[in-house]
């Protein structure tokens, strides 16, 4: 969102009506239950649901991306808070032995999302993020588009497969985004999209108008 976007609180009413619209008329299956009582609400509404990650930019539009996503790859998520003297080599290691791991269970072909640095929680979160850049693009920084391939290269080189039968193709992508961290942390988080990869993209500016960009 950008810093001078005049709508703010207009656009996460509209996020959470169209959440309940979709939910009735498309219909969508409604996935959001109470973790007290077990209790459905009926309308994929709730307590901090639909999830909503704000991040402030330069402008006076809005960005919206979307990404809905199944229990089956979502319970495959994983965090690590790794010891640091372990370096690239251990997140290499954690991020392939978790792919081999969870086999099937995600329904690869999966995209993989890994998160490095900063704290646990936003290392989840920035796993999530790298999940919104589509397949076959790189990270912007060379270093990383080059570990982004090796992953790549040598998750498919495990054999887990399409839906873990056996294969050549256990991962359509591997991205990773990172932040600086604490000198006695290493959080690594490794978030894996199952091979539907539903995403949604639209656009905001000034004027209140709407684009859909995929």
Request: aromatic share 4%; with cysteine; proline share 7%.
């Amino acid at each position: 969102m950008g810093e001078d976007f005049k709508w703010p609180g207009i656009l996460k009413r509209a996020i959470n009506n169209s959440v309940k619209k979709a939910t009735e008329t498309i219909p969508l299956r409604p996935n959001a239950i109470d973790p007290i009582n077990d209790e459905n609400s009926g309308d994929n509404t709730g307590r901090f649901i639909p999830s909503i990650h704000w991040d402030i930019v330069e402008g006076d539009g809005a960005i919206i991306h979307i990404i809905p996503k199944g229990g089956g790859s979502e319970n495959m998520s994983k965090l690590e808070m790794m010891t640091p003297g372990r370096g690239l080599k251990g997140v290499k290691e954690i991020v392939l032995d978790q792919i081999a791991e969870m086999a099937g269970k995600p329904c690869p072909p999966t995209t993989i999302g890994v998160g490095l640095g900063g704290g646990a929680d936003l290392a989840m979160e920035l796993a999530k993020k790298a999940l919104l850049r589509p397949v076959g693009e790189r990270h912007a920084e060379n270093r990383i588009a080059k570990l982004e391939e090796e992953l790549l290269e040598k998750a498919n080189k495990l054999g887990v497969g399409p839906m873990g039968v056996g294969g050549k193709t256990t991962v359509l992508d591997v991205k990773i985004e990172y932040a600086h961290r604490h000198p006695a942390s290493f959080p690594v988080a490794v978030l894996p999209q199952c091979w539907a990869n539903r995403q949604a993209k639209l656009k905001i500016n000034s004027k209140g108008e709407v684009e859909v960009v995929r």
